[in-house]
Every structure is written in structure tokens, then in C-alpha cells.
């Protein structure tokens, strides 16, 4: 089993920035990637960024070029840095990580863009 945490989310203005964190703790040998996904109120939930072991990233094309994802092996922990905000980035941001036969997931962290 893999437990995810996220932290960092919180209300920004358009424009700013936020930077999100999440903590893996448990069966991480197991992990192969981990990312973000997010879910808009009465949308789907859909991937934001990931990365795999090799540190090859994914992002989604909203998000390219102002959201960058980065990890840090020794500390189990996966970053989404959010620059440029807008507000149709507000969502609740979902760490996922990955094994080769399952998906994990945290509880969720809201991101609110609004002046």
C-alpha cells in the first residue's frame, strides 16, 4: 500500500502562484510515476501533470509552459509548482501515484483562483 498526503493549496489571485506538495509513504519501491489530476465542480477528473521514475513529465496542454511538476526522491515527494493562475484552474488537485498494478490516490487539495 502507498499513503499520498498533499499539502499548499489555498485561495490565489489570478496571476499568482501556488506550489503544492505530496508525501509518499508506505510500499513506495512499488511506485513508477506520480502526477496531478484535478476535478472542477460537476466535471470529470482530469490529469494535470506526471512524471515517471526516469523523470520524463506529461502535462495536459492548458497547463504547459505555467505549471511545472518536479519530484524529490529522497523525500518521497511530488511538486506541482502553478504559476500564472487563472481562474479555470480552480479545482481540487489529486495526487496520484502508480504502481504496475494500481493507483493511488490523496485526499485532495483545493486550489481556488478568484479575486
Known amino acids: 500500500q502507498v499513503q499520498l498526503v498533499e499539502s499548499g493549496g489555498g485561495l490565489v489571485q489570478p496571476g499568482g502562484s501556488l506550489r503544492l506538495s505530496c508525501a509518499a509513504s508506505?510500499?513506495?519501491?512499488?511506485?513508477?510515476?506520480m502526477g496531478w489530476h484535478r476535478q472542477a465542480p460537476g466535471k470529470q477528473r482530469d490529469l494535470v501533470a506526471t512524471m515517471a521514475n526516469g523523470g520524463f513529465a506529461r502535462y495536459t496542454d492548458s497547463v504547459s509552459g505555467r505549471f511545472t511538476i518536479s519530484r524529490d526522491n529522497a523525500k518521497n515527494t511530488v511538486y506541482l509548482q502553478m504559476n500564472s493562475l487563472k481562474p479555470e484552474d480552480t479545482a481540487i488537485y489529486y495526487c496520484?501515484?502508480?504502481?504496475?498494478?494500481?493507483?493511488?490516490w490523496g485526499q485532495g487539495t483545493q486550489v481556488t483562483v478568484s479575486s
Open positions: 496520484n501515484a502508480v504502481s504496475t498494478s494500481k493507483a493511488y
Open positions: 508506505g510500499s513506495i519501491f512499488s511506485i513508477a510515476a
